[in-house]
């Protein structure tokens, strides 16, 4: 199984400052076809996860444009270049390029 | 509008059985993977199963691989979740979520859960 590694779980940030969160992956998520299967849900407090950055740093419809991602085979950084209040909740990243799908532990974004 | 609406969650005994459904709308249902994902009280996400459009293909992760079954009827427009000999660790809140494509395999919609609790 492809393990994911997130860092840090927990991340307080002071609005209007930038934030990054960083995922490592066991093996390359880097596909034969080009993509990179690495994806970024923030599941805010008491609701489903929403899609964020799909395919390592493609933005999501919806996703305000201060979330960008980015990264090679085995490492991916997800990057808020202004922090809002909003943002509060808990960032996955996951990988589908092989079964069994797998997510990182989560991190916990708080507002300072 | 793309909808989700999972139902069937419950209280059931260990050595039990559940059937969790969910109901979409909003989209043509046959054309999507589908998946279950769930999760534990407090803790985060874990993949469950998949289903591929016509329901051929079916991948599970392997703790419930024998006691889970995931299948769908798209004339119901709805994905299912058979849950046998049902144990103390599939205690969790479980989404039925959609495939935006079998080639980009991310997940575009969720629904809201319905929570599954094993105990005696």
């Known amino acids: 199984d492809i393990v994911m590694t997130q860092s840090p779980l927990s991340l307080p940030v002071t609005p209007g400052e930038p934030a990054s969160i960083s995922c490592r992956s066991s093996?390359?998520?880097?596909?034969?076809?080009?993509?990179?299967?690495l994806d970024w849900y923030l599941q805010k407090p008491g609701q489903s996860p929403q899609i964020l950055i799909y395919?390592?740093?493609n933005r999501a419809s919806g996703a305000p444009d201060r979330f960008s991602g980015s990264g090679s085979g085995t490492d991916f950084t997800l990057k808020i270049s202004r922090v809002e209040a909003e943002d509060v909740g808990v960032y996955y990243c996951?990988?589908?390029?092989?079964?069994?799908?797998?997510f990182g532990q989560g991190t916990r974004l708080e507002i300072k | 509008e793309v909808q989700l609406v999972e139902s069937g969650g419950d209280l059931v005994q260990p050595g039990g059985s559940l059937r969790l459904s969910c109901a979409a709308s909003?989209?043509?249902?046959?054309?999507?993977?589908m998946r279950w994902v769930r999760q534990a009280p407090g803790k985060g996400l874990e993949w469950v199963a998949t289903?591929?459009?016509?329901?051929?293909?079916?991948y599970y992760v392997d703790s419930v691989k024998g006691r889970f079954t995931i299948s769908r009827d798209n004339a119901k427009n709805s994905l299912y979740l058979q849950m046998n000999s049902l144990r103390a660790e599939d205690t969790a809140l479980y989404y039925c979520?959609?495939?935006?494509?079998?080639?980009?395999?991310?997940?575009?919609?969720w629904g809201q859960g319905t929570l599954v609790t094993v105990s005696s």
């Open positions: 395919l390592g740093s």
């Open positions: 093996q390359s998520l880097l596909h034969s076809n080009g993509y990179k299967y």
């Open positions: 289903v591929t459009q016509d329901g051929s293909g079916k």
């Open positions: 996951m990988q589908t390029l092989q079964a069994p799908i797998t």
């Open positions: 979520a959609r495939v935006v494509s079998s080639a980009e395999k991310y997940f575009d919609y």
């Open positions: 909003g989209f043509t249902f046959s054309n999507y993977w």
